[in-house]
């Protein structure tokens, strides 16, 4: 008998987790559903639940600024797909989070049946996109650019990078790391490089280029 899926649902709004969980509960198989309020708790899930088949995540949320969260997750569970869900369903946040390593984009204003269907999509092995979006080049050069750079991080500089992003300093980061507060440095040198920047600051300004998170999402 083939194991439940299992399946994380990472939001801060319950009354929104509970709309995803019944779309859920009426898949086939009823996965098992892991919910977190919180940028942490998700990764926390993800890392409880390492043969976790889908993390479907919120672009606001505690914890986090946009799409710097796709990123870390992208970088340090690199098996584990991840769908934003957000209110945020323009063309360029949908073309800038498919392009930063997400399996699939649903719309929080699509129906159940909707999310269901985008939510099987992915499962299959397919990338899901809400109907009408048509992918187009970036049209913001200067973020086609910095999208290009930040995909040749390696996953420990994204994830350094998202930590920056969260106001973290050198001696935090390599405490959560389990790391040497030199190889932080050396890491963070190497993101200054990588993106062209001069200053920590600046590297998290450019992050927030991407797509911070929008008060709707």
Known sequence: MASALTIIIADDHPLFRGALKQALTGMAGNPDIVEAGDFEAARKAAEAHPDADLLLLDLAMPGVS?????????????????????????????????DLGASGFISKSASIDDIREGIGSVLEGNVYTPGGYVRAPEQDGEVADLIARLRT???????????????????????????????????????????NVDSRTQAVIQLGKIGAAQAAA
């Not at 990123?71 to 498919?98: G, H, K, M, N, Y």
């Not at 790391?177 to 490089?193: D, F, N, P, Q």
């Open 66 to 98: 946009g799409l710097s969260g796709l990123i870390a997750l992208r970088a340090e569970f690199q098996s584990l797909p991840v769908v934003i869900v957000s209110a945020s369903d323009d063309p360029a946040t949908i073309r800038r989070a498919l």
């Open 153 to 195: 991080l390696t996953p420990q500089q994204s994830r350094v990078l998202a930590m920056l992003a969260e106001g973290l300093l050198n001696k935090q980061i390599a405490y959560e790391l389990g790391v040497s507060e030199a190889t932080i440095k050396a890491h963070v040198s190497a993101i200054l490089l990588k993106l």
